[in-house]
């Protein structure tokens, strides 16, 4: 590995998320969302990590993402279901569908059925079978381990979460299921009576916070690493990157990253994001580019050329200077990263 930036990825933060999320989710089990390759962390590694620490329960988007999880040899549930295109994959026994639609349903059971879970729309109108299609017949002889929902507002104090809360709950005397799933990240911390049988937990684990009472709960797993590329010194007046969106007011020490938006550090963070060298802090000075941005260096006067700084990445915080979501700072964290498993 010698990638000019890295991501420091904390085994010990992982675990200790899923545990915590597990306590509060009291008897019911906890399990893993670990699609879009474990939110942008390598899924084979963070399902491995949890799967030692006792998770068994995984979900993933799509086909390919089970199948890349086939030699762990894990429970994994494909959340987006099964097209005609996926029956293939569907067939070969590494991981079930979660059938979301009539016909995701009609074509399990006419292809011979076997595992699965249902997804059942309880307000969201996004992906899901009607709730009265549970007891209508439309499921029968389908061999289904959990019945799940998902939460439109979770991460607000929204009525639609008591309202979903409702619906969902109305569906135990007549779920064809051992197991009923409804708690994402945020809606673990709304209260046990979200849990049911299963929570599904995803951004908590990689040290998100979706909501405030998981503050303090969560520890940061991802943090970027970049080295320099050069350092240079700008004289008053001197501008600095596109548009000249940095004047120098007086002799300013500027270190130049290999590090910009094609990595998943976005131009956000212009202005407002950071670097740190021991306990010193390096602001981010004008645009950041594509493959490229520049950061002060005044506070840190024995970094040169080759040497490693890390970047400010803590989710929240990072969220609100970026005016990104905590999602999109995962999952969009490029591939030309070396990952590097501490702890």
Same mark, same amino acid.
């Given at each position: ?56 329960? $995984? ?87 959990t019945v799940m929902s998902h939460l439109a507002s979770a991460d607000e104090d ?9 619906? $969902? ?99 956000? $963070? ?54 990104m979501s905590q999602y999109e700072l995962l999952t969009g964290l490029g591939r ?8």
């Amino acid at each position: 590995m010698n990638a000019p930036h890295r991501l420091r990825l904390d085994s010990a933060a992982l675990v200790a998320n899923w545990r915590a999320l597990a306590a509060l989710s009291g008897p019911a089990a906890c399990g893993a969302a670990i699609k879009a390759d474990g939110y942008g962390l390598g899924a084979v590694e963070v399902a491995r990590r949890l799967a030692e620490a006792g998770c068994r329960d $995984f979900f993933v988007a799509t086909w390919a993402e089970a199948e890349a999880l086939a030699t762990l040899g894990l429970p994994v549930a494909v959340l987006h279901g099964v097209r005609e295109e996926d029956m293939p994959r569907a067939r070969a026994g590494f991981a079930w569908p979660v059938l979301n639609t009539d016909l995701q349903v009609a074509r399990w059971r006419a292809a011979g059925g076997g595992r699965c879970d249902v997804m059942v729309d309880t307000g969201m109108s996004r992906l899901g079978i009607s709730p009265t299609a549970v007891s209508d017949g439309t499921l029968d002889g389908l061999e289904i381990g959990t019945v799940m929902s998902h939460l439109a507002s979770a991460d607000e104090d929204s009525p639609l979460n008591a309202r979903q809360l409702a619906a $969902f709950a109305a569906l135990k005397g007549r779920r064809p299921a051992a197991r009923m799933s409804l708690a994402n990240s945020a809606a673990i911390a709304l209260g046990r009576e979200y849990a049911f049988d299963l929570t599904r937990p995803g951004i908590a684990l990689y040290g998100g916070v979706p909501r405030g009472e998981l503050a303090g709960t969560l520890r940061q797993v991802v943090t970027p690493e970049a080295q320099i590329l050069q350092r240079r010194r700008l004289q008053p007046g001197d501008v600095i990157g596109y548009n000249a969106l940095f004047t120098a007011e007086r002799p300013t020490e500027v270190a130049i990253l290999n590090l910009g938006y094609a990595d998943g550090y976005w131009r956000g $963070f212009s202005g407002r994001g950071a670097a740190r060298h021991g306990d010193a802090r390096l602001p981010v000075l004008g645009r950041v580019s594509m493959d490229l941005t520049a950061i002060s260096v005044d506070a840190a006067p024995d970094l040169a050329e080759g040497d490693w700084v890390t970047i400010d990445y803590a989710l929240p915080q990072a969220a609100a200077l970026s005016g990104m979501s905590q999602y999109e700072l995962l999952t969009g964290l490029g591939r030309r990263f070396d990952p590097i498993w501490v702890g």
